[in-house]
């Protein structure tokens, strides 16, 4: 059975807008609908919606309710860093799920074949996520700015999400992490990596899946949109 964390808790400062980023509206419908859409059709067993606390009623009735979103079981708080927000959204999953999905909810072009394919790889590998092959060379640069090292393009992918775990796989790596007061983490595969040593699949994701940070990026979802 699984589980599906999706992250809704930005601000929007970015954006340079008044409305937290996950209810700007996207051709008539707020971002944070597109990805629920999906994963509501997928095999999926239940969502756990992670977002501001002082959005969730507005989250509830706005979204949850308005279109009818049933495998929405909770709607959380998310924290102070984002992976106190995923951390939060793992211990609400139901404890008979064993797989468990992470995705940021600013991604508003997940598919169900990214959702079948991440859940296959991770019940075979315990952990993965969807990525895509860099399309641009990529410099590594010292500290004055001058270009060190040029890796190998075709070793090198665009990470993405979701990022899919083996439950006690991603649970143990929150719970080294926690003992690490060293930590910077900016996505749940370093840790797994990091603190258990475990290597991460990769599988297709998509260049249209990207993530709406910017007000450039919602004029590009629209056109993805049609």
């Not at 859940?119 to 993965?128: G, M, Q, T, V």
Request: hydrophobic content about 40%.
């Amino acid at each position: 059975m699984v589980s599906a964390i999706v992250l809704a808790a930005g601000s929007g400062s970015r954006m340079k807008s008044d409305k937290a980023k996950q209810f700007i509206d996207i051709n008539g419908k707020p971002l944070i609908y597109y990805a629920l859409k999906v994963f509501e059709a997928s095999i999926v067993d239940e969502i756990i919606l992670v977002t501001r606390q002082q959005d969730i009623n507005y989250m509830r009735d706005e979204v949850v309710k308005k279109y009818s979103f049933n495998k929405v079981r909770k709607i959380i708080a998310g924290g102070k860093e984002r992976f106190d927000s995923v951390e939060n959204g793992i211990k609400a999953c139901d404890r008979r799920n064993n797989i468990i999905m992470i995705h940021d909810g600013a991604r508003p072009f997940v598919t169900n074949a990214m959702i079948l394919s991440s859940i296959s790889a991770a019940r075979r590998y315990k952990a993965c996520t969807v990525g895509m092959p860099v399309k641009d060379t990529i410099k590594v640069v010292d500290e004055e700015g001058f270009g060190v090292e040029t890796p190998d393009r075709s070793t090198l992918r665009i990470i993405q999400t979701p990022q899919t775990f083996d439950r006690n796989v991603i649970e143990e790596a929150y719970r080294r992490m926690r003992a690490d007061s060293r930590r910077v983490i900016t996505d749940d595969t370093m840790l797994v990596e990091r603190y258990l040593d475990q290597k991460v699949k990769i599988v297709e994701g998509s260049y249209n899946n990207i993530k709406v940070t910017t007000p450039e990026d919602i004029k590009l979802a629209e056109a993805i949109l049609g």
